[in-house]
C-alpha cells in the first residue's frame, strides 16, 4: 500500500504562484512515477505534469514554461511549482503514485486551487 498525502493548495489572484507537495509512505519502493492530475468542476479528470524515478518529466501543453514538477527521493515527496497561474488552472489537484507498468497505486485526497481574475 502507498499512502500519499497533499498540501499547498489555496486562493491566489491571476499571475500568483502556489506549490503543491505530496508526501508518499507505505510501500514506495513500489513508486516509479509520480503525477499531478486535476480536475475541475463540470471536466474530467487530466494529467497535468508527471516526473519518473530517473527524472524524466512531462507536462500537458497549457502548463508548459509555468508549472514545474520535482522530486525528493530522500523524502518521498513530490512537488509542483505553479507560476502564472491562471483562472482556468482552477480545479482540484490530485496526486498520483504508479509502478514500472505505469499501473496506478494510489490517489491522494487533492487539494483545492482557485485563481481569481
Known amino acids: 500500500q502507498v499512502q500519499l498525502v497533499e498540501s499547498g493548495g489555496g486562493l491566489v489572484q491571476a499571475g500568483g504562484s502556489l506549490r503543491l507537495s505530496c508526501a508518499a509512505s507505505?510501500?514506495?519502493?513500489?513508486?516509479?512515477?509520480m503525477g499531478w492530475y486535476r480536475q475541475a468542476p463540470g471536466k474530467q479528470r487530466e494529467l497535468v505534469a508527471s516526473?519518473?524515478?530517473?527524472?524524466?518529466?512531462n507536462y500537458v501543453d497549457s502548463v508548459k514554461g509555468r508549472f514545474t514538477i520535482s522530486r525528493d527521493n530522500t523524502k518521498n515527496t513530490v512537488y509542483l511549482q505553479m507560476n502564472s497561474l491562471k483562472s482556468e488552472d482552477t480545479a482540484v489537484y490530485y496526486c498520483?503514485?504508479?509502478?514500472?507498468?505505469?499501473?496506478?497505486?494510489?490517489w491522494g485526497q487533492g487539494t483545492q486551487v482557485t485563481v481569481s481574475s
Open positions: 498520483n503514485s504508479r509502478d514500472n507498468l505505469r499501473l496506478s497505486l494510489s
Open positions: 507505505g510501500n514506495i519502493l513500489r513508486i516509479n512515477t
Open positions: 516526473i519518473s524515478r530517473d527524472g524524466s518529466t
